[in-house]
């Protein structure tokens, strides 16, 4: 019986690289617009050799963009980053389609939500309230919390003991087919994974399931219900 859902979160749920990319932009725009004397390209390019070196989440990109850009900070240009980036992001950070939808009804079924995240814990939950699914969600586990990175099972794990679901009655639905995908068989789990958010062209993810949109899930705890003795998806009674 499915009693429960675990998401990624970015390129799950959210367009995170969208938002990236969009956001980045605007920061180097702010940039030379306050005095950077850099063309765009190039400090496109510098600030993601950064986030490859540091991580995508590197809460410090700017202070080492313009060190290695400028060989110290400019408070003004670095400002001026900064609220460009921030305006950009509030813009650009959405949902993918059918994602509320799709949390309405899988909550009227019965069954429990969870996100499973690498994200930094401050970062991941920015977003959640960010695109008010805060209250969504009965568990949350981020680096933070577990301390291990995905397909490490232990957020897996954690997550499972937090809304008290065996890993045979639950799906994981994520876009990284290395992380998500690898990390939910370790424990058992049934797997979706969300080719829609795909951004590395993977060909066979390993998953289950494969859905094109995240209301394709649906269709996918229904077939699984009947599937199952009991004819159900639910509570964990």
């Known amino acids: 019986m499915i009693k429960a859902i675990v998401f990624d979160l970015d390129n799950t749920l959210v367009d995170f690289i969208a938002m990236k990319e969009a956001s980045i932009e605007a920061a180097v725009l702010s940039m030379i617009d306050t005095g950077l004397k850099m063309n765009k390209k190039d400090a496109i390019k510098t600030i993601y050799e950064i986030y490859d070196q540091e991580g995508i989440e590197d809460q410090k990109v700017f202070d080492k963009f313009l060190t290695r850009a400028l060989g110290t900070i400019d408070y003004r240009i670095h400002a001026a980053g900064i609220i460009g980036y921030r305006r950009a992001r509030e813009a650009a950070l959405v949902l993918y389609p059918h994602v509320q939808m799709t949390m309405i009804e899988l909550i009227k079924k019965g069954l429990k939500l969870a996100v499973v995240s690498d994200a930094p814990r401050l970062q991941a939950w920015l977003r959640l309230c960010q695109l008010n699914l805060h209250r969504i969600f009965d568990a949350v586990i ?11 099972p232990e957020p897996f794990r954690m997550a499972l003991e937090r809304i008290n679901i065996e890993a045979s009655d639950s799906i994981m ?28 062209n993977t060909v066979k993810s390993g998953a289950d399931f494969e859905i094109n949109d995240i209301i394709e899930l649906l269709d996918i705890v229904e077939r699984l219900s009947h599937l199952d003795p009991g004819h159900g998806v639910g509570n964990s009674k």
Do not use: N
């Open 142 to 152: 981020t680096f933070e919390d577990s301390g291990r990175r995905k397909p490490d």
């Open 173 to 200: 639905v994520g876009d990284w087919a290395e992380r998500d995908i690898v990390g939910a068989k370790l424990l058992g789990m049934k797997t979706v994974f969300a080719r829609y958010g795909d951004r590395f």
